[in-house]
């Protein structure tokens, strides 16, 4: 098991080379922010950095204590989360692709979790 932060820190290096090639290709043609609009735009650049981090160190300490069949069924709310709150709020397009496309996920999800309950209920919660 790799700890939380160490895990963060190898998935940063292996984007970073094409992260850094991006960040050089706008500063030469002069479409970047970073250092070149204000020094409040700096910081919230990096600010931006760190709480995107954040949150990603904490879910990998939590998830240690959970099922990955409960995280992989979790991984499922934020998404949905986005789709109501663009749906909803922002009032983004809803076809009928996306009405299939979201009902068939979440169909799969209730077979899954069907499958799980009766799982448990058979072999007990260990064996689940």
Known sequence: MVPAF????VETLIVLPPILAYLVYVGYQGTGAFLSVSLQMDG????AGVMTATP????AQAVKTLR?????????IAPTGHF????LVYGEPLTDAHLITFGLIWLALAIYS?????????YGARNA
């Open 84 to 87: 109501l709150l663009a749906v």
């Open 68 to 76: 990955l069949s409960s995280v992989g069924f979790f991984q499922y």
């Open 56 to 59: 990603l160190v904490l879910f």
């Open 44 to 47: 919230l650049l990096i600010l």
């Open 114 to 122: 069907a499958d799980s309950v009766a799982a448990i209920r058979k």
């Open 6 to 9: 160490a895990g963060l820190f």
